[in-house]
């Protein structure tokens, strides 16, 4: 299988402050990079779709102001959390998809768990 | 009516038994289905795709395809307490996107 990392997984930040989110896919070069978000006992959610050199789209209530993505090669993408309150603590998980075939395979990195105190 | 439907569980299967997930989906356009596998805490893990009617097996998972019916199922033969979990339906309609059920919650008893 494809292999995706991510880095921190997991980071404890003071409210009001910035984090950095990295994904990496390590053996593929991804055609695109989706970032999620679950929280505890619920269905992940996704928050953006991401491109290399092109801007990120956004799902529907997600401010992309506060998520900040940038997608700088086919293998790295970052989700920077901006002005960081409790709410947002969540276990973020971005996944890179590889073409298989004539069709699309996700594979997910190991999550990041942000804990905003 | 949700795009993937999956029933939440918990799906209790004794140790050695088979057990039987389904999940539904509301597009006839849908394309890509996957299987994927997410421990407590964990992120997703692909276990399974399959594209056309019929059956795919591999090691001791096979997930079956439907078109018709607009039904996906996975069957795990054998099952090891390893294998409790939550089991999340999939589904491609055209791009890249990936819209998920909510989630199978399965139980291996020893």
């Known amino acids: 299988g494809a292999v995706v990392s991510q880095h921190p997984s997991r980071v404890i930040c003071k409210s009001g402050t910035s984090v950095k989110i990295e994904c990496r896919s390590l053996?593929?070069?991804?055609?695109?990079m989706f970032w999620y978000r679950q929280f505890p006992k619920q269905s992940l959610m996704l928050m953006a779709t991401?491109?290399?050199?092109?801007?990120?789209?956004?799902e529907q209530g997600v401010e992309k102001d506060k998520f900040l993505i940038n997608h700088a090669s086919l293998t790295l993408s970052t989700l920077t959390v901006t002005s960081a309150h409790p709410e947002d603590s969540s276990f973020y998980i971005c996944?890179?998809?590889?073409?298989?075939?004539?069709?699309?395979?996700?594979?997910f990195g190991p999550g990041t768990r942000l804990t905003v105190t | 009516q949700k795009e993937v439907e999956q029933n939440s569980g918990p799906l209790s299967v004794p140790e050695g038994a088979i057990a039987s997930l389904n999940c539904t989906y509301s597009?006839?356009?849908?394309?890509?289905f996957f299987w994927y596998r997410q421990y407590s805490g964990k992120s997703p893990e692909l276990i399974m795709s399959i594209y056309s009617n019929g059956d795919k097996e591999d090691g001791r998972f096979t997930a079956q395809l439907n078109k018709a019916s607009q039904y996906v199922s996975l069957l795990i033969r054998d099952s090891q307490p390893s294998d409790s979990a939550t089991y999340l339906c999939a589904v491609i309609l055209g791009n890249e996107k990936l819209t998920f059920g909510t989630g199978t919650r399965l139980t291996i008893i020893p």
């Open positions: 597009d006839r356009g849908s394309q890509s």
């Open positions: 991401s491109n290399e050199g092109s801007k990120a789209t956004y």
């Open positions: 996944s890179a998809t590889r073409l298989a075939g004539a069709t699309y395979e996700q594979y």
């Open positions: 053996d593929f070069q991804a055609t695109t």
